[in-house]
């Protein structure tokens, strides 16, 4: 019995029809493939299908082709059951008129187990097997006890579905600031990834409230035309980079490729040159700061040095930097910023701080070079000086800080 089941299955799936047509289905931008042995059917036809969630309704978006002219897709079709019927269509509408009320409930359930869910939409399948419940959430829920009441209420199976911010844009829908309504609920039906470098390489301005859509991701549109700009902007520097062109160091300003122009400044002038000329002409240095405007007056350039190129060396005073070649670029870039010494000889200082000075009155040269070479202790002495106090003076107190020893051994002095 189980192999009978078994072969049967794999015959189903296996099974191959003469005929294929693409089936849309409601609140959906995207068509999928279906069998069928019916050659009749013709665009705007709606069908009943069999889906892997369950049997639904369609409507046909083409006519139907014969899969010997057509590539087949490698998975089995799955197969169109009948043209749609009157009966089917009004239960169709019934399931939808009950979808609300189920949303309604399912929203109460949510509210009254203060789950953190943003329920956004009920469907029911057309034999009403299951109900479908969308929602949207930033975290992970557990809607086990949502799932036991719900059961209870609506008495058939409940499948519960998260989905992202960009999933449910495309559901709830919506107008963009370019005027019309969102890519990804108008033809969209694929959602492909979009990164910040697509608009590095637009050179648009990092502002990301202005380049995200209403799901606060990136905008679809800036994938548009990403390869169309990476042909445009090929061989260019980056913006901000600092170039030499013609004999002067600049620095890149703004380029627009629409326009084919480009800007290049300093802190005393600016050119605008076309994309060509920057690509060719142009060449990038590294390690080079470009003095930028500034409202008061322009810092001074020595004659002949580059416009708007200054350099400080250690000591703080500015020094200008001719750049009229690149190989001359390269030495004043690799050149010390300290003056230059001849055979790298240094200075000649005095061995002999004292040299040259002639010796006090009662010293002798000689003998200021032995003390001068007796080991000294680093420690301070603290020698106490005397002060020259008149002891005549009645009004004077004359006190001793000798110890008792030396006090005592002077007192046994006077006595002998």
Same mark, same amino acid.
């Given at each position: 019995?189980?192999?009978?089941m078994?072969s *049967?299955?794999?015959?189903e799936e296996?099974?191959?029809?003469?005929?294929?047509?693409l089936v849309?289905?409601?609140?959906?931008?995207r068509?999928?493939?279906?069998g &069928?042995?019916?050659?009749?059917?013709?665009?705007?036809?709606?069908?009943v299908v069999? &889906?892997s969630?369950?049997?639904?309704?369609?409507k $046909?978006?083409?006519? @139907?082709?014969?899969? $010997?002219l057509?590539?087949?897709?490698?998975?089995?079709?799955?197969?169109v059951?009948?043209?749609?019927?009157?009966?089917?269509?009004?239960c169709y509408?019934?399931?939808q008129?009950?979808?609300k009320? #189920?949303?309604?409930?399912c929203?109460?359930?949510?509210k009254?187990?203060?789950?953190?869910m943003?329920?956004l939409?009920a469907?029911?399948?057309l034999d009403?097997s299951?109900?479908l419940?969308v929602?949207?959430?930033?975290q992970r829920?557990?809607?086990?006890e949502?799932?036991?009441?719900l059961?209870?209420?609506?008495?058939c199976?409940?499948?519960?579905?998260?989905?992202g911010?960009r999933?449910?844009?495309?559901?709830?829908?919506?107008i963009?600031?370019?005027?019309?309504e =969102? =890519? =990804?609920?108008?033809?969209k039906?694929?959602?492909?990834?979009?990164?910040?470098?697509?608009a590095?390489t637009?050179l648009? @301005?990092?502002?990301?409230?202005k380049l995200?859509?209403m799901?606060?991701?990136?905008?679809?549109?800036?994938?548009?035309?990403?390869?169309n700009y990476?042909?445009?902007?090929?061989g260019?520097?980056?913006?901000?980079?600092?170039?030499?062109?013609e004999g #002067?160091?600049?620095r890149v &300003?703004s380029?627009?490729?629409?326009?084919?122009? *480009?800007r290049?400044?300093? /802190?005393e002038?600016?050119?605008?040159?076309?994309?060509?000329e920057?690509?060719?002409?142009a060449?990038v240095?590294?390690?080079?700061?470009?003095?930028?405007?500034?409202?008061?007056?322009?810092?001074r350039?020595?004659?002949g040095?580059?416009?708007?190129?200054?350099?400080?060396?250690i000591s703080?005073t500015?020094?200008s930097t001719?750049?009229k070649t690149?190989?001359? /670029?390269k030495?004043?870039?690799s050149a010390?910023?300290?003056?230059?010494?001849?055979?790298n @000889?240094r200075?000649?200082?005095?061995?002999?701080?004292?040299?040259?000075?002639?010796?006090?009155?009662?010293?002798n040269? /000689? !003998?200021k070079? !032995?003390?001068?070479?007796?080991?000294q202790s680093?420690?301070?002495? !603290?020698?106490?000086?005397?002060?020259?106090v008149?002891?005549n003076?009645?009004?004077?107190?004359?006190?001793?800080?000798?110890s008792?020893h030396?006090?005592?051994?002077?007192?046994?002095?006077g @006595?002998q």
């Amino acid at each position: 019995m189980t192999e009978n089941m078994t072969s *049967a299955e794999t015959r189903e799936e296996t099974r191959t029809y003469p005929y294929m047509v693409l089936v849309r289905f409601e609140n959906s931008t995207r068509s999928y493939s279906f069998g &069928t042995e019916n050659a009749d059917l013709r665009e705007g036809d709606s069908v009943v299908v069999e &889906t892997s969630q369950g049997i639904e309704l369609g409507k $046909v978006t083409a006519d @139907a082709v014969s899969t $010997v002219l057509q590539r087949c897709p490698r998975a089995a079709l799955k197969p169109v059951l009948r043209k749609a019927t009157d009966y089917d269509k009004q239960c169709y509408e019934e399931n939808q008129y009950d979808a609300k009320e #189920a949303f309604r409930i399912c929203q109460d359930e949510i509210k009254d187990l203060g789950l953190g869910m943003h329920l956004l939409s009920a469907e029911y399948l057309l034999d009403r097997s299951k109900i479908l419940f969308v929602y949207q959430s930033e975290q992970r829920v557990d809607f086990r006890e949502l799932l036991k009441r719900l059961g209870s209420r609506l008495h058939c199976r409940i499948e519960l579905r998260q989905i992202g911010e960009r999933d449910k844009a495309k559901m709830v829908g919506g107008i963009g600031m370019c005027g019309m309504e =969102c =890519c =990804c609920s108008r033809f969209k039906s694929k959602m492909e990834v979009v990164s910040i470098n697509m608009a590095k390489t637009q050179l648009l @301005a990092l502002n990301t409230e202005k380049l995200s859509g209403m799901c606060g991701k990136l905008m679809c549109c800036l994938r548009y035309e990403n390869e169309n700009y990476k042909e445009l902007t090929e061989g260019l520097p980056k913006m901000g980079a600092h170039v030499e062109y013609e004999g #002067a160091m600049y620095r890149v &300003t703004s380029m627009n490729v629409m326009s084919n122009e *480009a800007r290049l400044e300093n /802190s005393e002038t600016f050119q605008e040159i076309t994309l060509d000329e920057l690509r060719e002409k142009a060449v990038v240095r590294k390690g080079v700061t470009v003095g930028r405007k500034a409202p008061g007056r322009a810092p001074r350039r020595e004659p002949g040095a580059a416009p708007g190129v200054h350099k400080s060396n250690i000591s703080g005073t500015p020094v200008s930097t001719n750049f009229k070649t690149s190989e001359e /670029s390269k030495k004043h870039e690799s050149a010390p910023l300290r003056p230059e010494r001849k055979n790298n @000889a240094r200075p000649n200082k005095p061995k002999d701080m004292h040299a040259g000075l002639k010796p006090q009155n009662g010293t002798n040269s /000689s !003998n200021k070079k !032995n003390a001068s070479s007796r080991p000294q202790s680093n420690k301070k002495q !603290n020698v106490r000086r005397p002060n020259h106090v008149d002891t005549n003076n009645p009004n004077v107190t004359v006190r001793s800080f000798k110890s008792s020893h030396t006090k005592a051994r002077e007192a046994k002095g006077g @006595a002998q």
